[in-house]
T-cell receptor, first 112, second 115 residues
Framework: QKEVEQNSGPLSVPEGAIASLNCTYS??????FFWYRQYSGKSPELIMS????GDKEDGRFTAQLNKASQYVSLLIRDSQPSDSATYLC????????????FGTGTSLTVIP | ETGVTQTPRHLVMGMTNKKSLKCEQH?????MYWYKQSAKKPLELMFV???????ENNSVPSRFSPECPNSSHLFLHLHTLQPEDSALYLC??????????????FGDGTRLSIL
């Protein structure tokens, strides 16, 4: 069983729409959750972190965490073509030696 | 100046060559990491250094040899690599090792191709 699972996509949304990216994880004692954006040929860039259940908003981005369901999501409102990238979900757990576990990433394309 | 800098950006080498990847962080962090990123696979943690001491080695073949001379620099020495080692190698840093709520900051990676 994979520690972190994401739908690889590609996910296509029209410009201005809401993009919804989902991630599930297997370790029940995971404590910290991160979303990274990776443009082709570039490094992963941190865009959101979330540590407690509920929603966290930052500009057009909203991270949602449900620890009971072991589920974390990222919503991108008013999607722009510049949001086209691969989005990586990362989960950190002290139980497993403080390792970060990454998903394979979801490829998002925003169509103008 | 970018936070985490990696050189070279691209590297092509034969299986019998010896080369080194370099990483430098300008963030004042105490922990540094090497990851391997292959197509369709999650990022794989290879090595972790905290305050210049290795704290994690995730069953990486001995043909990969890390070196951390100080908290700002990290090297990955390569020798006798195999074609399946072709991948993007990413360096990352974080403020401290052992604190779960600290994110990692990545360099742009070295694209390695083994002939």
């Amino acid at each position: 069983q994979k520690e972190v699972e994401q739908n690889s996509g590609p996910l296509s949304v029209p410009e201005g729409a809401i993009a919804s990216l989902n991630c599930t994880y297997s370790d029940r004692v995971s404590q910290s959750f991160f979303w990274y954006r990776q443009y082709s040929g570039k490094s992963p860039e941190l865009i959101m972190s979330i540590y407690s259940n509920g929603d966290k908003e930052d500009g057009r981005f909203t991270a949602q965490l449900n620890k009971a369901s072991q589920y974390v999501s990222l919503l991108i409102r008013d999607s722009q073509p510049s949001d086209s990238a691969t989005y990586l979900c990362a989960v950190n757990s002290l139980y497993f030696g403080n390792q970060f576990y990454f998903g394979t990433g979801t490829s998002l394309t925003v169509i103008p | 100046e970018t936070g985490v800098t990696q050189t070279p950006r691209h590297l092509v080498m034969g299986m019998t060559n010896k080369k080194s990847l370099k990483c430098e962080q300008h963030l004042g962090h105490n922990a540094m990491y090497w990851y391997k990123q292959s197509a369709k696979k999650p990022l794989e943690l290879m090595f972790v250094y905290s305050l210049e001491e290795r704290v994690e080695n995730n069953s990486v073949p001995s043909r990969f040899s890390p070196e951390c001379p100080n908290s700002s620099h990290l090297f990955l020495h390569l020798h006798t690599l195999q074609p399946e080692d072709s991948a993007l190698y990413l360096c990352a840093s974080s403020q401290d090792w052992g604190s779960s709520n600290q994110p990692q900051h990545f360099g742009d990676g070295t694209r390695l191709s083994i002939l």
